[in-house]
């Protein structure tokens, strides 16, 4: 085999991101169909919200599904399938006259999604690193929050077309972009002759122990039985909860707490980008020191930007916002697939990742619904944001107690 200058996990690692990307568009973007839609229609935003709450059921339905059939059948068939699912839904987005039709197509667009969202793309970079891996999934999740790019021409396209014109171009755009990405992706380092992070396999002996040096090699059964699974599930379900809740509806409360356009950009524009720091930075810092000790950090990080946010639309207390919770929320992303790398290893990731999202969206799901009700019941969601704190501050107690399976005590991790 002729020598690669560039391993080519990181390729991989590049489409993942533009994948990532595209694919963070549809979930940071709704927030600017939300008043759009519900002056159109007369919906309220706890209404609107349940679409989101929806998606979060279907992909919580749907990833241990995924996790299991990207083990089965590999990453690509799912890429390109999800990514055409996704794009023509976006486009009869664009038909919605009721109610129930918008539902129905929310979640057809959300199912494509879920085939070539965060349970596909970590688990083909858990296949491809090791040493690295809080590194490569930092990067590749980063580009989730790179679609921040993309909003404020997501909002440009709103406000000068509408939202049909806007559900169309961007249909259009994935069903073109995604399927050509997935293609470039291939499932493991071993069918390309090299072992996780590119050391080349001078033999079947050599790669079989490198992959025993990697540590746990759990199955989705023993998994479920760990400790750690139901410690690292119900932590990252109350963080979603808030995440969720605030990432959808940003553009309109800041709108209702009358900030300015410049400011509502911004702001929709700057949290995915914070976030990117948080994912690269703190995924970074995952392979250094304790993975879970960071990811502590970053929720205490998270209930700081949640006051802060309390504070809209003061310019000091949005940039307190920006940066804490942006960072925070965004280091929990990339750390958590990490831990479970380290805790649970490879052979079984996508089926146990899958297992874990189906917990994890149960905060998704109520999170939305729980922000739209308090703001349709007192005008105001500054209580839900105490509330997801809170909430926050209680879910630190369970990362900090998180032991690998087979431990009696956390190893700490140096370099």
């Known amino acids: 085999m002729r020598e690669q200058r560039v391993f080519y996990g990181w390729w991989i690692v590049l489409a993942s991101v533009l994948i990532a990307m595209i694919t963070g568009a549809f979930f940071y973007g709704i927030t600017f169909f939300v008043d759009p839609m519900a002056e159109e229609f007369g919906w309220s935003h706890a209404t609107i919200m349940w679409a989101v709450s929806l998606r979060t059921i279907e992909l919580g339905i749907a990833a241990p599904i995924v996790g299991f059939a990207v083990n089965r059948w590999g990453p690509r068939r799912l890429l390109v399938g999800g990514g055409l699912m996704g794009g023509i839904g976006f486009i009869l987005l664009s038909q919605t006259n009721s109610l129930p039709m918008f539902y129905a197509v929310f979640v057809f667009v959300a199912l494509g999604f879920s085939a070539c969202g965060s349970v596909v793309l970590t688990t083909v970079v858990a296949n491809w690193f090791r040493r690295r891996v809080g590194l490569a999934m930092g990067l590749t999740l980063a580009g989730f929050g790179l679609g921040g790019i993309l909003m404020p021409g997501v909002g440009w396209l709103v406000d000068a077309h509408g939202w049909q014109t806007a559900s169309i171009v961007l249909g259009a755009g994935t069903c073109v972009a995604v399927p050509l990405l997935g293609s470039i992706i291939r499932r493991r380092p071993e069918d390309c002759g090299y072992v996780p992070d590119g050391t080349a396999v001078p033999s079947a002996q050599s790669a079989s122990n490198d992959a025993g040096a990697s540590g746990p090699e759990l199955s989705p059964r023993q998994a479920l039985r760990a400790q750690a699974f139901w410690f690292l599930a119900v ?161 630190i107690p369970l990362v900090l107690a998180m032991r690998r399976p087979g431990t009696s005590k956390a190893p700490r991790q140096h370099r």
């Open 235 to 395: 932590s990252a379900a109350i963080g979603f909860m808030g995440m969720n809740a605030v990432t959808a509806l940003v553009a309109s409360y800041l709108d209702d707490e009358e900030a300015s356009t410049g400011m509502i950009w911004v702001t929709t524009t700057f949290l995915p980008l914070a976030s990117i720091l948080g994912r690269m930075g703190l995924g970074w810092a995952g392979d250094i020191y304790s993975k879970k000790g960071i990811l502590a950090w970053s929720v205490v990080l998270q209930i700081i930007g949640l006051g802060a946010f309390c504070y809209a639309p003061n310019t000091a207390a949005i940039a307190l916002f920006l940066i804490t919770f942006g960072i925070g929320y965004g280091g929990a992303i990339a750390l958590r697939p990490a831990i479970q790398r380290d805790y649970f290893g490879r052979s079984a990731f996508g089926a146990i990742q899958g297992l874990l999202m189906g917990v994890v969206t149960l905060g998704g799901v109520i999170g939305p619904v729980v922000a739209g009700w308090v703001f349709d019941s007192g005008g105001d969601y500054q209580p839900a944001w105490i509330a997801f704190a809170i909430a926050n501050f209680l879910s």
